[in-house]
């Protein structure tokens, strides 16, 4: 079975703060996705990653970076989080070449106080 | 863009019940998928639809694919409590294009 892990389950953190979220998985998919879920606006897409080092910007990538040095490990960066970045994050995987379903992450429920 | 639009968005319907969720979207694919999230959780991948006229069945849900009209459907037969979640469906843009699109979502309470 396919399995993508996310470092933190709930994460309180101060505004101003940096802050990492992690996501490792077990499939060797060459994609890495980080979403953000909010009530009413669905999943929005905030960086996808097609291979290590390389990345391409989403749908909302203000005040957020991404590193992945690791085929395996695909990391959200919250420069300087901001009470408006709280939120539920979801990281995914999926095989290149499409026709195939991304796998998401348990989740990691992020408050910026 | 590709705009990928379900209804109804909430739906709350009695136990033994048969419904359908919608879903469209606006531009050429053959490639789509449903989703199931339990409040709090993340997201399971419930059906892989990859061609014209694709039928999926697992259980009480039966999801089709009908890429002429743009639409897929998932269908609940005799629904049971234990489907209560919110349902998403998702489209693959086009070939190269590795990314989803994610429709809003359905929330579905089944009332006993």
């Known amino acids: 079975d396919v399995k993508v892990t996310q470092s933190s389950r709930y994460l309180v953190k101060r505004t101003g703060e940096k802050v990492f979220l992690e996501c490792v998985q077990d499939m060797d998919h060459e994609n890495m996705f980080w979403y953000r879920q909010d009530p009413g606006l669905g999943l929005r897409l905030i960086y996808f990653s097609y291979d290590v080092k390389m990345k391409e910007k989403g749908d909302i990538p203000e005040g957020y970076s991404v590193s992945r040095e690791k085929k395996e490990r695909f990391s959200l960066i919250l420069e300087s989080a901001s009470t408006n970045q709280t939120s539920m994050y979801l990281c995914?995987?999926?095989?290149?070449?499409?026709?195939?379903?991304?796998?998401f992450g348990p989740g990691t429920r992020l408050t910026v106080t | 863009e590709l705009k990928v639009e379900q209804n109804p968005l909430f739906l709350s319907m009695q136990e033994g019940k048969n419904y359908t969720i919608y879903c469209n979207y606006s531009t050429t694919s053959d490639r789509l998928y449903w989703y199931r999230q339990d409040p709090g959780k993340s997201l399971e991948s419930l059906f892989v639809l990859l061609s014209n006229g694709a039928v999926k069945q697992e259980g009480r849900l039966m999801a089709s694919l009908d890429t002429k009209a743009r639409l897929s459907t998932l269908h609940i037969t005799a629904a049971v409590h234990d489907l209560s979640a919110t349902y998403f469906c998702a489209v693959d843009k086009d070939f190269g294009n590795e990314k989803l699109t994610f429709g809003t979502g359905t929330r579905l309470t089944i009332i006993p």
């Open positions: 995914a995987s999926r095989v290149a070449g499409g026709q195939y379903e991304q796998y």
